[in-house]
Antibody
Framework: EVQLVESGGGLVQPGASLKLSCVAS????????MSWVRQTPGKTMEWIGD????????NYAPSLKNRFTISRDNAKSTLYLQMSNVRSEDTATYYC??????????WGQGVMVTVSS | DIQMTQSPASLSASLGETVTIECRAS??????LAWYQQKPGKSPQLLIY???SLHTGVPSRFSGSGSGTQYSLKINSLQSEDVASYFC?????????FGGGTKLELK
């Protein structure tokens, strides 16, 4: 069974940095592109970016490219999202997803990030 | 970016009814479209991909259609477990983009 388990969320102050993790199991992690998607409290869904199965290539939403970095460690079956200089509008639930040419077939349970002073 | 306009934003329907949700892309997305269902308090789940292909395990009362810039999700014979929010997503071109969602409730 495919499982994606995110962690690392919480309350963070504006301007700070935060790193989310997603541990994958139930499939060969190194065979798949992976994506991060976030959902705001108002339920708007936003794709953040994705990373190639070997970690050699990433794509990002242009509005987030300068502050967010996606990486992976295939030896640990773990996906990461490094968030820097966070803002109140980054408050959202962050989902790790398994990406099959853009089709997001499996989602984690999500992790909440709240940006507030 | 390709803009996805989804309608209606909310919908109330009776058990057994047929429901249709629409999604319009700002340009041709060549069937690069998926539909997701999100039940309250849960993560989204894939229903349809490539505009009209049913994902594994999804009941056959769900179907997708469309082409070009216009796509739709149809739910036949609405069941109580279909109460959820539904989102479309284009993956024809980066960045992937989502519609605003449709909240489906029982009448």
């Amino acid at each position: 069974e495919v499982q994606l388990v995110e962690s690392g969320g919480g309350l963070v102050q504006p301007g700070a940095s935060l790193k989310l993790s997603c541990v994958a199991s139930g499939f060969t992690f190194s065979d798949y592109w992976m994506s991060w998607v976030r959902q705001t409290p108002g339920k708007t869904m936003e794709w953040i970016g994705d990373i190639k199965y070997d970690g050699s290539y990433t794509n990002y939403a242009p509005s987030l490219k300068n502050r967010f970095t996606i990486s992976r460690d295939n030896a640990k079956s773990t996906l990461y999202l490094q968030m820097s200089n966070v803002r109140s509008e980054d408050t959202a639930t962050y989902y790790c997803t398994r990406d099959s040419t853009g089709t997001l077939g499996h989602w984690g349970q999500g992790v909440m990030v709240t940006v507030s002073s | 970016d390709i803009q996805m306009t989804q309608s209606p934003a909310s919908l109330s329907a009776s058990l057994g009814e047929t429901v249709t949700i629409e999604c319009r892309a700002s340009e041709d997305i060549y069937n690069g479209l998926a539909w997701y269902q999100q039940k309250p308090g849960k993560s989204p789940q894939l229903l349809i991909y490539n505009a009209n292909s049913l994902h594994t395990g999804v009941p056959s009362r769900f179907s997708g259609s469309g082409s070009g810039t216009q796509y739709s999700l149809k739910i036949n014979s609405l069941q109580s477990e279909d109460v959820a929010s539904y989102f479309c997503q284009q993956y024809y071109d980066y960045p992937w983009t989502f519609g605003g969602g449709t909240k489906l409730e029982l009448k």
